[in-house]
Nanobody
Framework: VQLVESGGGSVQPGGSLRLSCAAS????????MRWYRQAPGKARELVAS????????NYADAVKGRFTISRDNAKNTVYLLMNGLKPEDTAVYYC????????WGQGTQVTVSS
């Protein structure tokens, strides 16, 4: 199992980024996928999750209405579109899947600062 995130970077408040997570080594369409984040000095927290076919999604209260999780099962990729970014969204963002055990990507840094 391999999860590779990309798309992070530095943006000003109010800006947007789209993160991607390319998955391999398992039947992607058979598993829920999640995005987590970890800010400096804080615990890792769940940001969003998406069902097998993408027809059910859930979000942390802090990102509802601003972030959108989606997936393309043909490309084995899950996305996180982040709009209206705030300084408190600054964190390392991780892709996650549980297949008998937990698997994490290496993370991608998102920095929101003026």
């Amino acid at each position: 199992v391999q999860l590779v995130e990309s798309g992070g970077g530095s943006v000003q408040p109010g800006g947007s980024l789209r993160l991607s997570c390319a998955a391999s080594g398992f039947t992607f369409s058979g598993y829920y996928m999640r995005w987590y984040r970890q800010a400096p000095g804080k615990a890792r927290e769940l940001v969003a999750s998406i069902s097998y076919r993408g027809d059910s999604t859930n979000y942390a209260d802090a990102v509802k209405g601003r972030f959108t999780i989606s997936r393309d099962n043909a490309k084995n990729t899950v996305y996180l579109l982040m709009n209206g970014l705030k300084p408190e969204d600054t964190a390392v963002y991780y892709c996650y899947v549980q297949i008998r055990r937990e698997y994490w990507g290496q993370g991608t840094q998102v920095t929101v600062s003026s």
